[in-house]
């Protein structure tokens, strides 16, 4: 799959796509679904999907609290397993983030890019102070000579499929609502750091992995599919993870930390994605280790058991 970063400097073969266009954080079946389309659209283009870096709620409001469901080298190893041949990762800038909706659709899209067909959902906004809406992108493709497909919302459970709804869910414990949404395992990726090896010590030895910059599940153990993706042991397997800022030992910094099925090897640097399953208590502070162990070696078994259905 090929990057893109600006519309200003493009080769001849990464012109002429059908492209999806959003944020597509966490890549659910309604970003899925407008990919879909921008397939169908034009099945003889390149297909592409258009999102942007920094997301533009980060752009704008630097100093709120973490919301991403995934990372910008997550969604791109998903995307490109979607068959994603073209991603416009677009810088996102002061002169991106000042452009009005028609210099963005002349601009960008059509002489910038050269596209053949866009595909949005039928929330989209874009162009400065989002005043742009799809009716008017669909006009500006006919000015411009792009095709334009306005992607209806997609429901579950009489909400709409969305981002913000998938995040509640996790919030809200509910890994598998979200997994519905998604229409995959909510996963968590990236390399194994190193930790306090308390896990180790404890008989539980855990591939210790940053959730820095992500939107925070709820804190607790959950039953985990993981794949290592890299490295001498790649390959799936079970796990228990948990979650959270470890209050038996007074932590104030959440990661997970997952504990690995009948495994063993050295995992450091190694790239994981750590999958959300079940999820089976909240964050407890024992009277003790051995309080402590004994509830870990329930956790492993209830997580066995789920798995071994999942």
């Not at 949005?120 to 669909?138: E, I």
């Not at 999958?275 to 956790?299: Q, S, T, W």
Request: hydrophobic share 40%.
């Amino acid at each position: 799959m090929r990057i893109i970063r600006d519309h200003q400097f493009i080769e001849p073969q990464s012109r002429g796509a059908s492209v999806a266009i959003g944020n597509f954080d966490g890549v659910h079946l309604g970003h899925q679904s407008v990919i879909d389309l921008a397939r169908r659209a034009a099945p003889d283009a390149p297909l592409g999907v258009m999102s942007f870096e920094p997301h533009p709620r980060e752009y704008f409001a630097p100093d709120a609290p973490p919301f991403r469901l995934m990372s910008p080298e997550a969604r791109a190893s998903r995307l490109e397993k979607m068959g994603v041949e073209h991603l416009y990762q677009l810088n996102f800038n002061a002169t991106l983030s000042g452009l009005s909706p028609e210099e963005f659709a002349r601009d960008v899209i059509a002489e910038g890019l050269g596209l053949a067909h866009v595909v949005v959902g039928a929330d989209f906004c874009f162009g400065k102070g989002r005043a742009g809406t799809p009716t008017d992108l669909q006009r500006y493709g006919q000015q411009y000579g792009f095709g334009v497909t306005i992607a209806p919302l997609m429901e579950y459970s009489e909400h709409t499929v969305s981002s913000t709804a998938i995040r509640q869910a996790l919030s809200d414990a509910r890994p598998r609502d979200a997994a519905a949404m998604l229409g995959h395992w909510h996963r968590i990726e990236g390399p194994v750091i190193g930790g306090e090896q308390r896990g180790r010590e404890l008989g539980f030895p855990t591939a210790n992995m940053s959730i820095d910059g992500l939107h925070l599940p709820a804190f607790g153990v959950y039953a985990v599919l993981v794949d290592v993706l890299d490295g001498p042991h790649t390959g799936s397997y079970h796990g228990a993870a948990s979650m959270g800022v470890r209050p038996m030992f007074d932590g104030d910094h959440p990661n997970l930390e997952t504990f690995i099925f009948d495994f063993s090897g050295d995992l450091y640097g190694a790239t994981l994605s750590v999958g959300l399953v079940d999820y089976l208590r909240p964050e407890l502070k024992f009277d003790g280790l051995d309080a402590l162990i004994e509830h870990m070696n329930a956790d492993c078994t209830q997580a066995r058991e789920i798995l071994a259905k999942t």
